[in-house]
């Protein structure tokens, strides 16, 4: 039986409006579906433990998408600096931008600045150097969400990494399936506030970073 998806597996099948993986699916390659311009739904379910870089690239259409996790895998890195593998932008690719003409800023901050999308894209992270020697740079992400995408169910994960959804300004739902254990920093900053299946404590900077103030 198939347990992987390989990268490019279903580049260019464009005559795909619906994808339903089977559960036995536990990898799914780099761009594996990159191009499905038809494609308007998506379920992965939880026996999926890694997304590749750009698995849905290009997938224009997207309406719905079930997933077991935001980013690369459950536990990807939530560092400043590896953070962009983690938030929800991963599975549709990325180009990032450095620029060195900041006037520095406390690197508690970066989350919050308001970048400008470009070509189609949303600027979900920013990264700025800790490194003294770098400190006048930031490093900026850009994603390929579509712009059709309204709702995303979460069925896995409990810990919501730091910008997970920042910047998805067209989604309407956003729905976690399991309760959630840790939000992190401006996770929904820009967006929608997420559905919740039961009661739970959600940081309000999480929402507003102006804010550190619990609901």
Known sequence: SIHMVGDHAFDGCRNIKELNLTDRITVIGDYAFQGMQLLTAVTVYNSTNSIGRGAFQGCNNIVDIILPFTGKNDTAVQTEKDGYEAV???????????????????????????????????????????????Y???????????????????????????????????????????????????????????????PLEIRQYALLPTKRETI
């Open 88 to 134: 929800f932008g991963w599975i549709f690719g990325y180009r990032y931008e450095y620029n060195s003409s900041i006037n520095g800023a406390a690197s508690q901050g970066f989350y919050n600045k308001q970048v400008s999308s470009t070509d189609g894209t949303i600027c979900q992270y920013v990264y700025i150097p800790s490194n003294e020697k770098y």
């Open 136 to 198: 006048h740079a930031e490093y900026l992400y850009y994603y390929y969400i579509p712009t059709t995408l309204r709702t995303v169910t979460i069925t896995k994960q409990t810990d919501i990494p730091l910008a997970a959804f920042n910047g998805c300004s067209t989604l309407t739902q956003i729905t976690y399936t399991n309760p959630i254990q840790s939000t992190g920093e401006y996770a929904f900053q820009n967006c929608v506030t997420p559905n919740q299946t039961s």
